[in-house]
């Protein structure tokens, strides 16, 4: 990481900043002014019912029984008192307007920031030559029978595509009817299904240098949210075959298999693996955490990452780029897949005390989040569930990620509705640069690529990489 250049903000900007920094004290001034001395007993009450509800949240988590449905009562009776207090004391009203300036403040914060991001774009350039044996592998379960429901065999047929329906009783091995397709002469490869089939073909077209065509007939459809696709009409996808552009995309691969999304270990990969999480998603959620959380079920993690170290995460999760996101699950969107870098976020709660700590954001002992080219997962079993795109899978440890850079030519339409401009990250370093309060310039980490990130609030869209260790 080197010192880059800071750039000097406009006009606006400047404005901005000062308007964020007379916001922020105008909540405080008029709180203090209005309630006194009982400025500081609102405050203590509010971090204190913050403190409870969180840690009220853990023990329903990771207990059963009667614990778990007191905690649940505690976890909503104590917001609702602390709006009772408030009240009684006839101090609603300002902390309602505390607040909303506070808020606002925030808000504009963000837009002075918002010209000091680097490009979040993806860049672009033609998709050349046509493909001329195009190949799309359909799966018409998938998404709730997207499929059918957007005729998209024949809209695809009609464009000259050869199409392969998944059907039958016996489980299909995407990869090999992809590698087949290859041999014949295809010259594009595409699916129309979820992300882990996505990523099982898009592995393929990598390894044959051919491009590749995403159709958002999945459930959730991650991958394409963060291509900028249109899910709403997946149908709409396949105009890439007649006005398309391209993007190089990053792959991660993980043990040798690719993944378009991440690769979670941990907690969320153990209740997956569980036979009645598909058909009762919920309840197999609340049963499985308690034995996870107490460290009575699933392997003990160790993971190291470029001399980092995470130490028993209850949660950890590896991702094809890193979220634009604060919270502590680390999951959101990704305005760009060629970063050449795998995020990561692990997570360790033993207890409500470190289970209330989370409310410090980014520095949470038991928070971990950082970018790496690889990764490796060690643990006490010589097997372990790891969530792969959503699906689990049973690997191997010691369990390997990496990152193979602009490995996948993805071809999109032209037309779509894209992705974003993603929240810049609080930096209080740049914002009072900005502000005029300082007037040293706060120096901007270059990562290396000619791309710059700044020092970042913990919580408030930060990605700025970050480990407690």
Known sequence: MTPGPVPQGTRSQRW????????AGLAIVSLVVVAGLKSLAMLAVGLAAAVVSLASAYVFLSRRGLWRWLSL?????????????YAFRDLLWIAVVSAAVWLLGSMTARLALAGNQADWRMPERPAQPPARHPYLIMNPKSGGGKVEKFDLKRKAEELGAEVFL???PEPVDVAEVARRAVDRRADLLGVAGGDGTQALVAGIAAEHGIPFVVISAGTRNHFALDLGLDREDPSACLNALSDGVELQ??????????FVNNASFGAYAEVVETPAYRGDKLNTTLNTLPDLLQGHRGARLHARADGTEIEAPQALLVSNNPYGTGDIAGLGRRARLDRSVLGVVGVTVANARQAAGLLRGGHATGLSILTTKQIEITADAPQIPVGVDGESILMSTPVRCVVSPRALRVWVPRDRPGVPAPKPPKDWARLRYLA?????APATPDDGDGRHTGTALPGLGDTTPRSPH
């Open 16 to 23: 901005l900043a000062r308007l964020s920094f007379a916001l």
């Open 436 to 440: 005029g309060i300082s007037k040293t």
């Open 166 to 168: 998944i059907g039958g």
């Open 73 to 85: 009562a505690v976890f909503i009776v104590v917001p609702i008192a602390v709006i009772l207090v």
């Open 249 to 258: 995309v990053d792959l991660g691969v993980i043990n040798g298999q690719t």
